[in-house]
């Protein structure tokens, strides 16, 4: 079968920094995307790694490891505005399959 | 840009009725996604289109689902007859054919309730 792991939930401090891992097992692989969802709201695309490394955009970055099945959603400086879930999704044969969500919990 | 449009954005309907879903993607794009989401099975793909043909829909439930693209502006998501159990948050996102199926934009989803 194919299937993705994250972490259910992650805490955080305002200010500081969190990664958000997820492991992956499918038949096939193109690239791992990231993307936020606020509550009550649509999933919003965040970045996308196709080969290995790091991709950086502003706060956030996203890393790829291709032999581990493996990557992660760094995001620095948090901010409250970013209490939200975070979804890696694998495409697969040119179709997304979806990770359960992390739920991002961000203290003062 | 406007964005995924989607309609109705709240749909409270009795068991048993027809209930349709309308969807307009970003103009442009030539892949739209149907899916949707619950708190006990997540996000799910229900069937996806490129260039207004039906790609993939193993995700669609059973048959009292359907969808429909009759041209690159529209999408209908139908489901007859309606059970408490479809009760979710449909969404429809629509991309780039560069982006692929990757980098997807999402409509702000239609919130169904199913008495």
């Known amino acids: 079968g194919q299937s993705l792991e994250q972490p259910s939930e992650v805490t955080a401090v305002e200010g500081a920094i969190v990664q958000i891992n997820c492991t992956y097992q499918t038949s096939g692989f193109y690239g791992l995307s990231w993307y936020q969802q606020h509550d009550g709201g649509a999933p919003t695309f965040l970045s996308y790694?196709?080969l290995d490394g790091l991709e950086e955009t502003g706060r956030f970055s996203s890393f790829l490891s291709r032999s581990d099945s493996y990557g992660y959603l760094l995001l620095q400086e948090l901010q409250m505005k970013d209490s939200a879930s975070y979804f890696c999704?694998?495409?697969?044969?040119?179709?997304?399959?979806w990770g359960a969500g992390t739920k991002l919990i961000i203290k003062p | 840009d406007a964005g995924v449009i989607q309609s109705p954005r709240h749909e409270v309907t009795e068991m048993g009725q027809e209930v349709t879903l309308r969807c307009k993607p970003i103009s442009g794009h030539d892949y739209l996604f149907w899916y949707r989401q619950t708190m006990m099975r997540g996000l799910e793909l229900l069937i996806y289109f490129n260039n207004n043909v039906p790609i993939d829909d193993s995700g669609m439930p059973e048959d009292r689902f359907s969808a429909k693209m009759p041209n690159a502006s529209f999408s209908t998501l139908k489901i007859q007859p309606s059970e408490p159990r479809d009760s979710a948050v449909y969404f429809c996102?629509?991309?780039?054919?560069?982006?692929?199926?990757?980098?997807?934009?999402f409509g702000p989803g239609t919130r169904l309730t199913v008495l």
């Open positions: 999704a694998v495409n697969s044969n040119y179709q997304l399959i």
């Open positions: 790694n196709a």
């Open positions: 996102a629509s991309s780039f054919s560069s982006g692929g199926v990757d980098t997807q934009y």
